[in-house]
């Protein structure tokens, strides 16, 4: 029988609360919506469950971590059990994500699903959270200011631009400030959207005379955030229609958020007029994430998929697939997937045979090469690079070189230092941090590297 002093909603609203800040919140939505301590009895901590997939799962993966909280919060208990229960008696102990369910059936058809739900009104995604989202040197830059935004949206950093390559968490970013002012600021509108989307809408409206709904619809959110915004430079009535939206944010002190794959300055065909009101905020870019925080990126994929991999193996992804971080989760779905096909842990032999084929080929190309291309690109003699002199187009040219060698063709320190006029290792890795700082407010570096880069192709 319940003890009096027994409060068994409040003990599992306690624990949920422990709980939830020790899993992904995809898992935590997933697996612990619908549950509750629905009787306790000698000791014995019943937990009602909505069906027999949930309750084997969490015997399977999360019994542990119930069993040390409850008993973290209730001295008294001796041990656990799980209990398939109606949804009625359980639904209020966790707020569903997808509104009206009314059955255990669509209950268990959209547990899979849950975290893919987009709501119509703002067209965000609630798996794009910053409780997953891993910040590295690569990134650190654009997950601040989002954080300030965040914390004072439309007041600084507007607008906030941020650009990179594709695959490097620029939608995960931008939609995690837009979920996360969903949150703190329940009264205020937030709207993501495609460029695209965002040109079809205003073609649409010209189309059925509908100009003035069009302005009426995209100015009356407290947060717009637009992206793919690179597609934009020959769209001229667009960008039009954007310059009078953004005009309208600004003056009401209302955020915008832009993403893009390049650099506004590099966007063809872009208006003067864009460029300089996107440069009157923040220019942000993210990079390719560096070893760290690939390891990092993995083990927090592996969280939410319940999954473990030897840290050897995980070492052996993060040094190997150094692209994207699409390319880095494309490796691993393909590795989950074997592991769930076997049932078991999966060798480093199995890894590496399983990744040989997935892998773009390492670039090979010899340090003279890179110093000749490096020298004429920039109209340098070539045997300058290697001399001690401090005339400024010589030291940027071997800087350049040092991290071209570094970032694109793994040549360690020592060696290059050694290679280039035997400097040491220190020197190499000031040089490449410079080259890395130097390219987040340098676009013209930017180019130049882009260029040579396809030189090297």
């Given at each position: 029988?319940?003890?009096?002093?027994?409060?068994?909603?409040?003990?599992?609203?306690?624990?949920?609360?422990?709980?939830?800040?020790?899993?992904?919140?995809?898992?935590?939505?997933?697996?612990?919506?619908?549950?509750?301590?629905?009787?306790?009895?000698?000791?014995?901590?019943?937990?009602?469950?909505?069906?027999?997939?949930?309750?084997?799962?969490?015997?399977?993966?999360?019994?542990?971590?119930?069993?040390?909280?409850?008993?973290?919060?209730?001295?008294?208990?001796?041990?656990?059990?799980?209990?398939?229960?109606?949804?009625?008696?359980?639904?209020?102990?966790l707020a569903p994500v997808v509104e009206n369910e009314s059955s255990v059936n669509s209950v268990n058809k959209e547990l899979p699903l849950r975290d893919l739900y987009i709501s119509p009104e703002d067209n965000l995604n609630p798996r794009y959270h910053f409780n997953s989202f891993i910040v590295g040197s690569f990134n650190e830059l654009a997950y601040a200011a989002a954080q300030a935004i965040i914390k004072s949206p439309g007041t600084l950093y507007n607008p906030f631009f941020i650009y990179g390559s594709t695959g490097l968490g620029k939608t995960h970013l931008i939609q995690?400030?837009?979920?996360?002012?969903?949150?703190?600021?329940?009264?205020?509108?937030?709207?993501?959207?495609?460029?695209?989307?965002?040109?079809?809408?205003?073609?649409?409206?010209?189309?059925?005379?509908?100009?003035?709904?069009?302005?009426?619809?995209?100015?009356?959110?407290?947060?717009?955030?637009?992206?793919?915004i690179q597609f934009i430079g020959k769209m001229e009535t667009t960008q039009e229609q954007l310059f009078h939206?953004?005009?309208?944010?600004?003056?009401?002190?209302?955020?915008?958020?832009?993403?893009?794959?390049?650099?506004?300055?590099?966007?063809?065909?872009?208006?003067?007029?864009?460029?300089?009101?996107?440069?009157?905020?923040?220019?942000?870019?993210i990079s390719a994430p560096e070893y760290e925080s690939r390891l990092a990126i993995l083990k927090v994929k592996l969280r939410e998929l319940n999954i473990d991999l030897d840290q050897e193996i995980l070492?052996?992804?993060?040094?190997?697939?150094?692209?994207?971080?699409?390319?880095?989760?494309?490796?691993?779905?393909?590795?989950?997937?074997?592991?769930?096909?076997?049932?078991?842990?999966?060798?480093l032999a199995?890894?590496?045979?399983?990744?040989?084929?997935?892998?773009?080929?390492?670039?090979?190309?010899?340090?003279?090469?890179v110093v000749k291309i490096v020298s004429e690109y920039y109209k340098l003699e070539e045997d300058s690079v290697y001399e001690k002199t401090r005339k400024k187009e010589i030291v940027k040219a071997r800087q350049i070189v040092m991290y071209l060698l570094r970032e694109d063709f793994n040549v360690s320190f020592p060696l290059i230092g050694q290679k280039l006029g035997g400097k040491d290792h220190t020197t190499v890795i000031h040089s490449c941090l410079k080259i890395k700082n130097d390219l987040k407010n340098d676009p013209q570096l930017l180019q130049e590297l882009e260029q040579l880069r396809i030189m090297f192709k």
């Open positions: 029988m319940e003890p009096m002093n027994m409060n068994t909603k409040q003990l599992w609203k306690n624990c949920l609360a422990e709980i939830e800040t020790s899993i992904s919140r995809a898992n935590f939505s997933t697996w612990f919506k619908n549950t509750s301590i629905i009787r306790e009895d000698t000791g014995i901590i019943y937990i009602g469950v909505p069906n027999e997939f949930v309750r084997d799962w969490l015997i399977n993966k999360y019994h542990k971590l119930i069993t040390k909280t409850i008993a973290d919060a209730y001295e008294n208990m001796r041990a656990v059990e799980y209990t398939i229960t109606k949804t009625e008696v359980v639904k209020e102990e995690g400030v837009g979920n996360m002012i969903k949150e703190k600021y329940p009264e205020k509108k937030v709207h993501y959207i495609t460029l695209e989307k965002f040109a079809t809408d205003l073609v649409n409206s010209f189309q059925n005379n509908k100009a003035n709904s069009f302005k009426e619809k995209y100015r009356k959110y407290d947060l717009l955030i637009i992206d793919d939206t953004f005009n309208t944010y600004y003056e009401s002190n209302k955020q915008i958020i832009f993403s893009s794959d390049k650099h506004p300055n590099y966007i063809p065909e872009l208006a003067d007029r864009l460029k300089s009101r996107f440069a009157a905020g923040m220019i942000v870019d070492e052996y992804i993060a040094s190997s697939v150094d692209g994207n971080i699409r390319e880095l989760e494309g490796s691993l779905n393909l590795i989950v997937v074997q592991y769930r096909l076997k049932n078991r842990s999966l060798t199995e890894v590496k045979n399983l990744l040989k084929n997935n892998m773009k080929p390492k670039k090979n190309m010899a340090i003279k090469d």
